[in-house]
């Protein structure tokens, strides 16, 4: 059984930074791609940043510059490097893994940016 644990979320101010994880257990088939997504109080959840087996990186145009996702193989992670953080990128991130015949998601972990 596949499982994907987040952890690094916490309370930070405007302007600075957290290094999100996503450990992943299990034995896994072909992985297509590795996301990030995040949902903020009252709003839907959406796609922040995204990461192909081809290494192609996608972000939402509101943390380009900001936001930078990888894939640490050492570790059997995926990271989510965030800077500069606003009050705006508040939310529960969560990360997913989508292969064949598999999509996984973790639970996520919390963000606030407040001053």
């Known amino acids: 059984q596949v499982q994907l644990t987040e952890s690094g979320g916490g309370v930070v101010r405007p302007g600075g930074s957290l290094k999100l994880s996503c450990a992943v257990s299990g034995s896994l088939d072909l992985v297509y791609s590795e996301a990030w997504y995040r949902q903020a109080p009252g709003k839907e959840r959406e796609l922040v940043a995204l990461?192909?087996?081809?290494?192609?990186?996608n972000y939402i145009d509101s943390v380009k510059g900001r936001f930078t996702i990888s894939r640490d193989n050492a570790k059997n992670s995926i990271i989510l490097e965030m800077n500069d953080l606003l009050p705006e990128d508040t939310g529960v991130y969560t990360c997913?893994?989508?292969?064949?015949?598999?999509?996984?998601w973790g639970k996520g972990t919390p963000v606030t940016v407040s001053s």
């Open positions: 990461l192909t087996t081809g290494e192609v990186k």
């Open positions: 997913r893994l989508i292969g064949r015949g598999m999509d996984y």
